[in-house]
Protein backbone atom coordinates (compact mmCIF):
# COMPACT_ATOMS: atom_id res chain seq x y z
CA UNK A 1 0.00 0.00 0.00
CA UNK A 2 1.26 3.08 -0.74
CA UNK A 3 2.36 5.64 1.94
CA UNK A 4 1.90 8.94 0.67
CA UNK A 5 -0.58 10.67 -1.87
CA UNK A 6 -0.91 13.63 -3.95
CA UNK A 7 -3.89 15.78 -4.25
CA UNK A 8 -3.28 18.57 -6.32
CA UNK A 9 -0.96 21.22 -4.12
CA UNK A 10 -1.07 18.98 -1.30
CA UNK A 11 1.00 16.05 0.39
CA UNK A 12 -0.98 13.54 2.40
CA UNK A 13 0.48 10.22 4.33
CA UNK A 14 -0.72 7.11 5.27
CA UNK A 15 -3.18 7.28 8.08
CA UNK A 16 -5.62 4.50 8.51
CA UNK A 17 -4.85 1.59 6.44
CA UNK A 18 -7.33 -0.39 4.42
CA UNK A 19 -7.10 -3.58 6.27
CA UNK A 20 -8.51 -1.40 9.43
CA UNK A 21 -10.93 0.52 7.04
CA UNK A 22 -12.64 -2.48 6.38
CA UNK A 23 -12.46 -4.59 9.22
CA UNK A 24 -14.20 -1.60 10.87
CA UNK A 25 -16.63 -1.32 8.44
CA UNK A 26 -17.51 -4.58 8.59
CA UNK A 27 -17.95 -4.10 12.52
CA UNK A 28 -20.19 -1.16 11.89
CA UNK A 29 -22.25 -3.26 9.63
CA UNK A 30 -22.72 -6.39 12.16
CA UNK A 31 -23.70 -3.83 14.98
CA UNK A 32 -26.46 -2.32 12.37
CA UNK A 33 -27.49 -5.84 11.55
CA UNK A 34 -28.06 -6.70 15.26
CA UNK A 35 -30.59 -3.59 15.56
CA UNK A 36 -32.03 -3.18 12.07
CA UNK A 37 -32.68 -6.88 10.63
CA UNK A 38 -36.30 -7.59 9.39
CA UNK A 39 -36.74 -3.81 9.68
CA UNK A 40 -35.94 -2.99 5.89
CA UNK A 41 -34.23 0.13 6.37
CA UNK A 42 -33.63 2.84 4.65
CA UNK A 43 -29.71 3.92 4.40
CA UNK A 44 -29.10 7.25 2.55
CA UNK A 45 -25.53 7.89 1.26
CA UNK A 46 -24.46 11.79 1.21
CA UNK A 47 -22.75 12.30 -2.26
CA UNK A 48 -20.01 12.63 -3.11
CA UNK A 49 -18.27 11.77 -0.19
CA UNK A 50 -20.15 8.67 1.14
CA UNK A 51 -20.59 6.66 -2.13
CA UNK A 52 -17.94 4.15 -0.95
CA UNK A 53 -18.71 3.98 2.89
CA UNK A 54 -22.39 3.35 1.97
CA UNK A 55 -21.31 0.66 -0.44
CA UNK A 56 -19.33 -1.16 2.11
CA UNK A 57 -21.72 -0.41 4.91
CA UNK A 58 -24.53 -2.23 3.19
CA UNK A 59 -23.26 -5.38 1.76
CA UNK A 60 -21.58 -5.70 5.72
CA UNK A 61 -25.01 -4.93 6.82
CA UNK A 62 -26.08 -7.79 4.31
CA UNK A 63 -29.68 -7.87 5.47
CA UNK A 64 -32.98 -6.64 3.03
CA UNK A 65 -32.83 -2.57 3.29
CA UNK A 66 -33.36 0.27 0.89
CA UNK A 67 -30.21 2.13 -0.66
CA UNK A 68 -30.73 5.76 -2.03
CA UNK A 69 -28.63 8.73 -2.21
CA UNK A 70 -29.35 12.35 -1.16
CA UNK A 71 -26.92 15.81 -2.26
CA UNK A 72 -25.78 18.68 0.30
CA UNK A 73 -22.57 20.09 -0.38
CA UNK A 74 -21.15 22.81 2.26
CA UNK A 75 -17.41 22.26 1.62
CA UNK A 76 -15.02 24.24 -0.58
CA UNK A 77 -10.80 23.27 -0.28
CA UNK A 78 -10.11 22.56 3.19
CA UNK A 79 -11.92 24.78 4.81
CA UNK A 80 -16.00 24.23 5.70
CA UNK A 81 -17.92 27.70 4.19
CA UNK A 82 -20.27 27.23 6.35
CA UNK A 83 -22.57 27.57 3.44
CA UNK A 84 -24.95 24.34 3.30
CA UNK A 85 -26.26 23.88 -0.31
CA UNK A 86 -30.18 22.54 -0.66
CA UNK A 87 -30.92 19.00 -0.62
CA UNK A 88 -31.15 17.21 -3.50
CA UNK A 89 -32.09 13.76 -4.89
CA UNK A 90 -34.85 12.57 -1.94
CA UNK A 91 -37.56 10.61 -3.71
CA UNK A 92 -37.97 8.15 -1.44
CA UNK A 93 -41.12 8.30 1.29
CA UNK A 94 -39.21 8.02 4.81
CA UNK A 95 -42.50 8.17 6.82
CA UNK A 96 -42.71 4.97 9.38
CA UNK A 97 -39.10 3.66 8.00
CA UNK A 98 -36.06 3.15 9.40
CA UNK A 99 -33.78 5.92 7.88
CA UNK A 100 -29.92 5.58 8.41
CA UNK A 101 -28.09 8.39 6.98
CA UNK A 102 -24.33 7.31 6.09
CA UNK A 103 -22.30 10.38 6.16
CA UNK A 104 -18.17 10.32 5.00
CA UNK A 105 -16.75 12.62 7.57
CA UNK A 106 -18.63 14.91 10.44
CA UNK A 107 -16.47 18.10 11.07
CA UNK A 108 -18.22 20.98 12.51
CA UNK A 109 -21.10 18.52 12.71
CA UNK A 110 -23.33 21.73 10.26
CA UNK A 111 -24.43 19.65 7.59
CA UNK A 112 -26.21 17.08 9.78
CA UNK A 113 -27.60 19.90 12.08
CA UNK A 114 -28.99 21.46 9.00
CA UNK A 115 -30.35 18.01 7.51
CA UNK A 116 -31.81 15.91 10.23
CA UNK A 117 -34.79 17.77 11.49
CA UNK A 118 -35.57 17.88 7.55
CA UNK A 119 -35.32 14.65 7.59
CA UNK A 120 -37.19 14.30 11.24
CA UNK A 121 -39.76 16.81 9.73
CA UNK A 122 -40.59 13.42 7.24
CA UNK A 123 -41.99 11.21 10.28
CA UNK A 124 -39.86 8.31 9.95
CA UNK A 125 -39.86 5.66 12.88
CA UNK A 126 -36.70 6.21 13.49
CA UNK A 127 -33.14 7.99 12.27
CA UNK A 128 -29.28 7.07 12.86
CA UNK A 129 -26.55 8.23 11.74
CA UNK A 130 -23.37 6.36 10.54
CA UNK A 131 -20.90 8.37 10.27
CA UNK A 132 -17.06 6.98 8.75
CA UNK A 133 -14.99 9.50 10.26
CA UNK A 134 -15.68 12.04 12.88
CA UNK A 135 -13.60 14.89 13.85
CA UNK A 136 -14.24 15.52 17.80
CA UNK A 137 -12.96 18.59 18.63
CA UNK A 138 -14.27 20.53 15.44
CA UNK A 139 -17.62 19.36 16.77
CA UNK A 140 -20.18 22.02 16.50
CA UNK A 141 -23.55 20.08 17.85
CA UNK A 142 -22.91 17.69 20.11
CA UNK A 143 -26.58 16.78 20.67
CA UNK A 144 -26.04 14.85 17.02
CA UNK A 145 -27.19 11.32 17.60
CA UNK A 146 -23.51 9.53 16.63
CA UNK A 147 -24.55 6.23 16.87
CA UNK A 148 -22.21 4.64 14.02
CA UNK A 149 -19.35 6.46 13.91
CA UNK A 150 -16.03 4.47 12.20
CA UNK A 151 -13.23 6.59 13.71
CA UNK A 152 -12.33 9.46 15.72
CA UNK A 153 -9.58 11.14 14.07
CA UNK A 154 -7.96 14.84 15.02
CA UNK A 155 -8.64 17.85 13.39
CA UNK A 156 -6.41 17.42 10.36
CA UNK A 157 -7.87 17.32 6.44
CA UNK A 158 -7.76 13.54 5.03
CA UNK A 159 -8.44 12.39 1.80
CA UNK A 160 -9.18 8.61 0.60
CA UNK A 161 -11.82 6.37 0.85
CA UNK A 162 -14.54 8.61 -0.85
CA UNK A 163 -13.19 11.64 0.56
CA UNK A 164 -11.65 14.55 -1.60
CA UNK A 165 -9.79 17.90 -1.49
CA UNK A 166 -11.01 19.64 -4.15
CA UNK A 167 -12.23 16.77 -6.43
CA UNK A 168 -9.11 15.01 -5.74
CA UNK A 169 -8.57 11.36 -3.88
CA UNK A 170 -11.64 9.71 -3.32
CA UNK A 171 -10.59 6.62 -5.71
CA UNK A 172 -7.69 5.90 -2.63
CA UNK A 173 -8.82 2.76 -0.52
CA UNK A 174 -7.12 3.97 2.56
CA UNK A 175 -7.21 7.56 4.20
CA UNK A 176 -4.16 9.89 3.98
CA UNK A 177 -4.03 12.46 6.10
CA UNK A 178 -2.47 16.10 5.17
CA UNK A 179 1.04 16.59 6.02
CA UNK A 180 2.28 19.93 8.05
CA UNK A 181 -0.21 22.60 8.06
P1 LIG B 1 -19.38 19.61 8.38
O1 LIG B 1 -20.68 20.20 7.90
O2 LIG B 1 -18.43 20.67 8.84
O3 LIG B 1 -19.56 18.51 9.40
O4 LIG B 1 -18.63 19.01 7.13
C1 LIG B 1 -19.09 17.89 6.51
C2 LIG B 1 -18.54 17.75 5.11
O5 LIG B 1 -17.30 18.45 4.93
C3 LIG B 1 -18.22 16.30 4.85
O6 LIG B 1 -19.32 15.63 4.31
C4 LIG B 1 -17.07 16.38 3.86
O7 LIG B 1 -17.57 16.44 2.55
C5 LIG B 1 -16.38 17.67 4.19
N1 LIG B 1 -15.17 17.44 4.99
C6 LIG B 1 -14.97 17.74 6.29
N2 LIG B 1 -13.73 17.40 6.72
C7 LIG B 1 -13.13 16.87 5.63
C8 LIG B 1 -11.81 16.29 5.42
O8 LIG B 1 -10.95 16.20 6.32
N3 LIG B 1 -11.58 15.82 4.17
C9 LIG B 1 -12.48 15.88 3.15
N4 LIG B 1 -13.71 16.40 3.31
C10 LIG B 1 -14.03 16.89 4.54
Do not use: W
Not at 132 to 157: M, S
Not at 167 to 180: E, F, K, N, P, V
Amino acid sequence: MRQTAQAHDLQFELYLSETAIQVRVSDLGKALQQRYAQQHPIFLGILNGAFMFTADLVRAFGEECEVAFIKVASYEGTQSTGEIKTLIGLTNDLQNRHVIVVEDIVDTGNTMARLMPELQAQQPASIALATFLLKPDALLHPYLPLDYVGFEIPNKFVIGYGLDYNGSGRQLAAIYQLIGH
